[in-house]
């Protein structure tokens, strides 16, 4: 869409037939860019009033999500602007960062000290990951999106071995709770209470709000090392990598007759997407203070990329605020729904697949429109 | 005429075997080792292979539509058919029709069968509109825009004004249930039919008739102007487009007819299963077709009857045998596990291919 403001014809021609209603033009244009953010915080707002919810309360959940999602959402803006579309293959990334607390809670570590054990761990675990996926992409020009969902799934069956049929078995756990009671496979659910909070407690702000009882409670240092990525990944943009990265979205021919080594540059941004998510997952869990074994990581591709999108990013453009925005307004409507359902229609049930709906539905649409557009640009 | 172009370069049986030999793979290697390690394994176990070898026959008959109803989709050139899903759905809704109306055996079948067909070919017919409009990206909105209908569909469930004791709660709740039993409507009805035992292996002989019947009816229509210019669509639409075929009426007709395959595919299933499987139970049945077929030996771009029935006999082995090996060797669930590993791994192997191009369209 944005494509057309760009392009100096289009310009021209606004200009020419209606040079008085330039504003209104400029209004429309915003209007038409924005419509898919403006739709769900329209959403957002009805099922925040119809879920009866109070307004600190819906304040504190919305903060506790942004703190602990957001860093998956943005791992994803690499890729998308390196021209490799929406990286499904995070999920490994959000793997790397379980097997990473599998092995401190095997230590038993805790407080800062394990979480950050837990991210030196997952960091390499994450780069070798990337790698592989890169490599794999690499083969699969122009279907990295589909191949990326399904290497999701293929991933998740040797995770299923590994923690299923090798740990307690060929892999030695030292903590017997965590081991089945046939003393082979993680159980259901690890118990990370020791590091549970272990940077969303280092600091936290209280702020009483006059006239409700709960307070809205900040975790500081979580938002600061949010901060501090979103600036990070803002600066990368600046440098001759960034600049690179680009290059290589835009157009792989051209990028490669400039001098610049694609499939290598490829590889780099998944790399990137992929430490980026797994640190993310470790924050995500911390703050949970429980894992699901084989269920925390299933579904981070789907939400990341449902986010982002609900944020008004497409497959080839997405910015940090688009990934904030999207991560708010995807994570209230996981908040409102089932409550918003209970009180339209008497079910808590119709919220939940409504809300499902929408995350795969706006995925499908965000997808169809790219293919859509991209076909008419080829013609 | 296009269709004689392409007769005269009909290959030769040589050139087909060699054609054979290369697009096997290394892949397929490994799952042929795999099953053969697997039949070794049970053999020396003594596990009862009779039991086994019914179940592999009746598993076979049970997939065998919904394999088959990747063939039109990938023949037309939109790819595997990920959104396999829509189809079926519509087969679902065409059961639990035929039970709200209290319909049963072979009536009831042939009800849910033709109802579903004729659903499957109507939303099969529309969504071929959308795959022209994304061409290029069939894969991955097609994976996406299932699992949308899947989910809308549990509102529909949920909401949706069935009468039937039998599919919905007993009391309280809403909506049907999550599993609907169908022992007493068209469960085991083709199974059942003319089945007979064959050195202690029960042969489901309705079942496979009509697999083969469906098989048939693909190959027949293969050979069909309409089947000659689907697979000449899908295998170089520049070339059909100069002959004056009308790529996009090709295409849409490869999508209906694998959306009514698959909707007729999964009313063979259930009554082969004995139950139905509402909500989120479709989400991925997509994925087992698609592999099954690629194991069977096709691409993204080329597949045939054969191909869908080598790959389902060769996947279906595979998840029945390695269920009781593993249970005495290993541990009781990892037959799941490698149905996971070896489904997706095969169609990661595909997806790299070079020869499929970097671009479906």
Known sequence: ?379 | MPEECLISQKPTLKERILDFYRDFGVARLIIFAFLIFLLASAFALKLPMEQILSSVLTRFGMNGILVLAMIPSIQSGTGPNFALPLGITCGIVAITLSIELNMAGFSGFFFSVGVAALLGAATGFLYGFLLNRVKGQELTVGTYFGFSIVSLMCIFWFLAPYKSPEMIWPYGGSGLRVTIALQDRIGKVLDNFLAFDFFGVTVPTGLLLFFALFCTGLWLFSRTRTGIALSTVGTNPKFAESSGLNVNRYRIIGSTISQALGAVGIVVYAQSFGFIQLYMAPLFMAFFAVASILIGGASLKKSTVTHAVIGTFLFQSILVVSMPVANIVVADNIADVIRIIISNGIILYALTRKETGGDLS
Request: net charge positive; hydrophobic share 50%.
């Open chain 1, 1 to 379: 869409m944005s494509d057309d403001i760009r392009n100096p014809d289009r310009k021209m021609t606004l200009q020419m037939v209606a040079p008085e209603s330039r504003h209104e033009q400029a209004y429309k244009y915003y209007l038409r860019k924005n419509v898919v953010p403006l739709v769900f915080l329209i959403l957002c707002i009805l099922g925040g009033y119809y879920s009866g919810l109070s307004l600190p309360f819906l304040i504190n959940e919305i903060i506790t999500r942004m703190a602990r999602n957001s860093f998956i959402v943005i791992s994803l803006i690499v890729p998308i602007l390196a021209g490799m579309g929406l990286n499904f293959g995070i999920v490994l990334g959000a793997m790397a960062g379980q097997f990473g607390y599998v092995a401190t809670a095997n230590f038993q570590m805790t407080g800062f000290t394990g979480f950050f054990v837990t991210v030196l761990i997952t960091v390499p675990l994450a780069i070798i990951f990337g790698w592989l996926t890169g490599k794999l992409f690499n083969q699969s020009k122009g279907k990295e999106m589909i191949t990326g969902i399904i290497l999701g799934f293929f991933a998740n069956g040797i995770y299923q071995l590994i923690l299923l049929y090798f740990m307690g078995n060929i892999i030695p756990i030292r903590v017997p709770t965590m081991l089945l009671s046939t003393g082979i496979g993680i159980r259901n659910t690890i118990d990370i209470k020791g590091m549970h909070y272990a940077i969303d407690n280092l600091w936290k702000i209280r702020l009483q709000i006059p006239g409700f009882i709960f307070p809205i409670i900040i975790p500081v240092v979580t938002l600061a090392a949010l901060a501090a990525l979103c600036i990070a990944v803002h600066f990368l943009f600046k440098t001759k990598l960034g600049q690179e990265f680009r290059a290589t979205g835009q157009n792989r021919q051209i990028a490669e007759v400039a001098g610049i080594k694609v499939d290598r540059i490829r590889i780099l941004a998944i790399i990137f997407s992929t430490v980026l998510a797994g640190i993310g997952q470790v924050i995500f869990l911390q703050n949970l203070g429980n894992i699901n074994t084989y269920g925390s990581h299933v579904q981070v591709g789907t939400f990341a990329v449902a986010a982002i999108l609900i944020g008004g990013a497409s497959v080839t453009k997405a910015t940090i605020s688009q990934a904030l925005l999207g991560t708010l307004l995807f994570h209230t409507l996981f908040i409102v729904s089932p409550l918003a359902g209970k009180n339209l229609i008497g079910d808590a049930m119709i919220g939940e697949y409504f809300r499902v709906f929408i995350t795969y539905g706006v995925i499908g649409v965000a997808l169809a429109l790219h293919a859509w557009q991209a076909k008419q640009k080829r013609r």
